[in-house]
């Protein structure tokens, strides 16, 4: 078995529970394949435990279960199986979950998303990209889907040296997969949409804000009409607002295939929206912010504080006393604490007063792994004007 070495500040990572080590910390390049198995000692010859290790990536190695020597079938199965079992206890009312949270369920790399009868899967490691055979094995054994999606046209694979591809890798793979989370029907685009086809990690945030919404409602950035789609039950009208037309287009098919008469939509760019908004002197009782990350990166985070302080800005202009204020995060550089600064600012600004309702994050699908903290990256305020 290949061994890797590393130094003191490595070794201080692995005891800290974090499974990540950098290359800087690797004392010497190990005489390992890509993406094998290697056994993790420290410079002193103490055994850490094994590890999947890069050629590429900056992280060289992520720290496997303590006693895992081998990422076969039988492992893949075994963690798979555990990581089924945790769902079996949180997920509800929803035939679409996230199965495999990558290193927040021991799987350093992995994401297996259910989307009914389908999976879509996405390995983000060479070893868990080598390991794809028996990795599909284990998801035949365990669930019988009838299709199964890889969705690996992601970005960070190239610091694995990896490509970006997608496709069908078993069964068959329908245009448009129809799933009901909390009682409403989407229709998933496994190989189009956007993430594995919808955004999972907020289902539990969508019926959160449908219990406090009402009156005149806006979503903006609101892809496929996850928020609007919930609000719709509980607001007299829903305007969704996306810049993207195709996105809208399936927002009007969910709403038909949910037989939902109540939502508008509008292609805009949200800023800009807003601004006319206020010029017109409109006003809505719900507002949803759902933004793409504005801080991809730590060097980002300035610059994502004034983008998050003025959306919420606007948003809150229009919002009437008693009117709820839903903002979303999903930059893992921007915690809870910066985002919570940037509505009280832009609160400050307006002069509104707010209270919170509800400080959340992502489903409880997506788990988040206490000493790993890149596992913790959406937060969803819900607010309201006092
Ligand atoms: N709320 C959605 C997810 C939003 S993802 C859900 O729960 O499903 C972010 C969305 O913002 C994408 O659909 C993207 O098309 C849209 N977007 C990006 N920049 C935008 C802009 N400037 N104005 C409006 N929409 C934008």
Redesign the pocket.
């Known amino acids: 078995m290949t061994e890797a070495r590393i130094n003191r500040k490595g070794a201080d990572r692995v005891a800290s529970g974090h499974p990540w080590i950098f290359r800087s910390d690797l004392l010497g390049a190990p005489d390992a394949q890509p993406g094998s198995v290697v056994r993790v000692l420290d410079g002193r010859n103490v055994r850490l435990g094994w590890a999947h290790y890069s050629s590429r990536s900056q992280i060289a190695l992520r720290m496997l279960p303590f006693e895992t020597q081998r990422t076969d079938a039988g492992f893949l199965r075994r963690l798979i199986r555990r990581a089924q079992d945790y769902r079996d206890r949180v997920v509800e009312n929803t035939d679409a979950y996230r199965v495999v949270h990558a290193e927040a369920d021991q799987l350093p790399g992995l994401i297996v998303d259910r989307y009914g009868d389908w999976l879509v899967v996405q390995t983000l490691s060479q070893a868990m990209d080598g390991a794809q055979p028996a990795l599909l094995d284990a998801l035949q054994e365990l669930f019988s889907p009838k299709g199964i999606v890889a969705r690996n046209d992601v970005s960070t694979r190239r610091h694995e040296g990896l490509e970006e591809t997608k496709g069908a890798l078993a069964g068959d793979v329908p245009e448009g997969v129809v799933v009901t989370m909390n009682g409403v029907r989407f229709a998933a685009d496994l190989l189009q949409g ?1 993430k594995t086809g ?2 999972l990690d ?1 289902r539990e945030n ?1 019926a959160a804000a449908a219990c406090y919404a009402r009156g005149n409602a806006l ?9 609007a789609l919930h609000l719709a039950g509980a607001c007299e009208r829903v305007t969704a ?4 037309e195709s ?1 809208l287009a399936i927002v009007q098919s969910n709403a038909r295939l949910n037989d939902l008469h109540n939502i508008e939509t509008r292609k ?6 807003l601004n006319d908004y206020a010029m017109g002197r409109k006003s809505f009782d719900t507002i ?1 912010l ?3 990350a504005f801080a991809k990166s730590r060097k980002h985070v300035e610059a994502a504080a004034r983008a998050y302080k003025e959306i919420n800005l606007k948003a809150l202009k229009l919002l009437e006393r008693d009117g709820v204020l839903v903002t ?1 995060s ?1 930059s893992h550089h921007f915690s809870e604490a910066d985002l919570l600064e940037a509505v009280a600012a832009a609160a400050l600004d307006t002069g509104k007063r707010l209270r919170i309702i509800e400080r959340r994050t992502q489903g409880r699908d997506h788990p988040i792994a206490l000493t790993i903290p890149e596992t913790h990256y959406l937060k969803c305020l819900i607010l309201q004007v006092m």
């Open positions: 956007q919808l955004f907020q969508y979503d903006c950035f609101s892809y496929n009409g996850g928020f607002v996306d810049s993207s996105a805009a760019k949200a800023f800009d929206l949803v759902d933004p793409p979303c999903c």
